[in-house]
């Protein structure tokens, strides 16, 4: 539905206050509706229920509130939880509540679709794309916790921005919703559990070092020379390995926190021993650690999981030189919601 209203969630507090003194009201009721809107995550004027019937009304009069809606949620056999999630323009993204024994992670998209276009994923396939709002991604944070309180009766403990999109073409929504959703008067979960993941824009990177951010910082390399990244990371042609090596750098030296890599092995693309060399030498000019993760087939013959020997030799070498790593075994598979897979199939 088109609409001039304005959305209620792009005002600060401050602006709510600033509204309700204009309308004559008290600044307090701005404070009430602020919290109504993001630490109670409201969906609509009336659910504000220690606000006057009249003032509902007038709120509605001059704003919407654009809630996402979970348009269908499936659950893999393993226990991951897929939402595809509709925003109030009709498109739709999708987010992931991840489960472990010791942690429930979600894995929340940043743009419709994705800016970037790499070879190996699906979202990159998908052709509209937008940013999401900074309550777009607050949203899908909020329905994965309720999920997460229903279906495992704990709260969420993680997230990854690992979903739809390159968050850092969407920096300022990104760190806004980040500010909510460790804001006391938001969600109020630690940084530190928050990892953003990206596949590896040098300015921005510095930009979120200069800027003091909190959160864990994930970069997905897959490649460590220009030829190869390029091959299949054709952006990697603008933002080469040595700005990114750079940008890394920066980001130690003023963060002091280490960086993880994400890595997928793939067969006659990466997995020579000139490959692993190359990784290792990379993993060696800042602190980090390695995430190895499983290929999600996209239907693309080129692509496919490199042998069971090359993942052992990459382990052998890596560990040979005290580089700390893991490998992560897929997740959802069975619904689509695995790394690179999401691109609202359901
Ligand atoms: N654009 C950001 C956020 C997406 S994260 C980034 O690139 O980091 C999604 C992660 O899954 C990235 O590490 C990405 O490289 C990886 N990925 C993409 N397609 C994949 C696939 N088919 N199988 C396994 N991992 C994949």
């Known amino acids: 539905m088109v609409t001039n209203k304005k959305d209620i969630r792009a005002l600060s507090k401050q602006q709510l206050r600033d509204f309700f003194i204009k309308q004559g009201d008290k600044s307090f009721r701005g404070n009430q509706v602020y919290e109504w809107l993001w630490q109670k995550a409201a969906h609509s004027f009336e659910d504000m229920t220690n606000i006057s019937k009249e003032t509902r009304q007038m709120l509605e009069d001059h704003f919407v509130i654009n809630h996402i809606e979970v348009d269908s949620m499936q659950r893999s056999s393993d226990g991951t939880i897929k939402n595809a999630v509709r925003l109030h323009d009709g498109l739709i993204v999708e987010s992931v509540l991840i489960p472990t024994p010791t942690r429930t992670t979600a894995c929340v998209s940043s743009q419709v679709g994705c800016s970037l276009d790499c070879k190996f994923c699906a979202t990159a396939r998908l052709k509209r794309m937008r940013n999401l709002n900074p309550d777009e991604i607050y949203d899908q944070v909020v329905a994965i916790d309720n999920e997460s309180r229903h279906y495992y009766n704990r709260p969420l403990s993680n997230i990854v921005f690992m979903g739809m999109g390159e968050p850092l073409m969407n920096y300022n929504n990104v760190i806004k919703a980040i500010d909510k959703i460790t804001s006391p008067e938001g969600l109020g979960m630690s940084p530190r559990r928050i990892t953003l993941s990206t596949s590896g824009i040098p300015k921005m990177i510095k930009k979120m070092a200069d800027d003091g951010v909190k959160f864990n910082l994930a970069v997905s390399l897959h490649a460590a020379t220009d030829q190869v990244r390029t091959s299949i990371m054709p952006f990697n042609d603008t933002f080469p390995l040595e700005d990114l090596r ?101």
Request: with cysteine; aromatic share 12%; proline share 3%.
């Open 246 to 346: 750079e940008s890394l750098e920066y980001w130690y030296a003023k963060t002091k926190r280490k960086i993880s890599y994400e890595y997928v092995i793939w067969k006659g693309i990466n997995d020579s021993e000139a490959d692993i060399q190359a990784f290792v030498k990379f993993c060696k000019y800042v602190p980090c650690k390695v995430n190895i993760i499983e290929y999600n087939p996209i239907g693309d013959v080129h692509f496919q999981q490199a042998s069971p020997k090359i993942l052992e030799r990459y382990l052998t070498v890596l560990e040979q030189n005290n580089i700390v790593v893991n490998v992560r075994r897929s997740r959802g598979k069975d619904i689509d919601a695995a790394c690179g897979q999401l691109a609202n199939k359901s």
